[in-house]
Structure formats: C-alpha cells, structure tokens
C-alpha cells in the first residue's frame, strides 16, 4: 500500500480567485487589485473616505477607440465635496496604477461605506509594567533604546 503523499495547504485566495474573480468582473473591474489595493492607488486619505464600487465602460463604437471609462466611487456624504475636488488627482493616480488612460471620470455616490472595521488606535501600555521590565534591561546602555524596549515588552506582555 502506497503512502499518500505530504498535504500541501493552498491559499484562500488561491482556491476562491475565480469566485472573487467572476464577482468583480460583473462591477467591470477587470482587475480586483483596484478595490484590493485602494489604500495604496489613491491614498489614505482619500481611501479612508471612499471606495471603489463599479467601473463604467461606455458601449464601443464600430471604427472609434475605446473611451475611458467612468470610475464610480462610493463615499461618505461630508466628505464628497473634498473628494469631488481631488478628483483630478485620483484619476492621475488610478491611471498610473493601470499604466493608460482607462479611467476618463469620476462618478460619487453618498453612502456610508462597507468597511467598517478600521483599527483601534493602540493604548499606551501600564507605566509600572513598563518600569518593571525596564529593570529588566540594564545590561542596555543606551537610555533611549532601553525605554523602547520597555514600552515594547509591556505592550507584549498587555497581550
């Protein structure tokens, strides 16, 4: 009898490419790295305040080159005017994502977006905590690197 042989682990996004894949093509992203990548393609600030949600191709005419596409983003309502402003600057950098001209306008849409998870600001880990394990660190000499240390392995130990 024939041992099996090892079992290798894929990723998610391996197995649910095509899945995810079928799904962003029908909001004519032709690429999911648009919406994946929002953050670093237009920036954080913007990205905080707005997301991908379609892009529009216009119907090609017969003999004509394609025209750009429309992006249309959602985003949330006092921050429209601010973003409908900067809208020069993300098409550059859209653009510059994509490496041609494939998105020609932007199209908002006031809604609250569908992310909602953005991260905690972290607390400042326990002063005794943090003196106690300074203790720890004489052998350190230099003070600065000392107290990062400290800081550090309390907020490891607050975990």
Partial sequence: MAKPGPI???????????????????????????????AE???REIAVHSEPLKL????????QPQEPATLILRVEGPMALEIQHSSDVILERVNRFFGWSAVGKLALRQAPLSRRDRPKPSR?????AVAEIAKTLSAVEDDELRAALARLGASIKRN
Wanted: aromatic letters at 10%; glycine letters at 8%; a positive charge.
């Fill in 124 to 128: 400042a880990p326990d002063p005794k």
């Fill in 8 to 38: 290798t682990a894929k990723p998610l996004s391996v197995l649910l490419g095509d899945v995810f894949s079928d799904a962003y093509a029908k909001q004519g992203f032709a690429a999911r790295e648009l919406v994946t990548r929002w």
């Fill in 56 to 63: 529009q191709w216009p119907r090609p005419v017969e003999g």
């Fill in 41 to 43: 393609i237009a920036g």
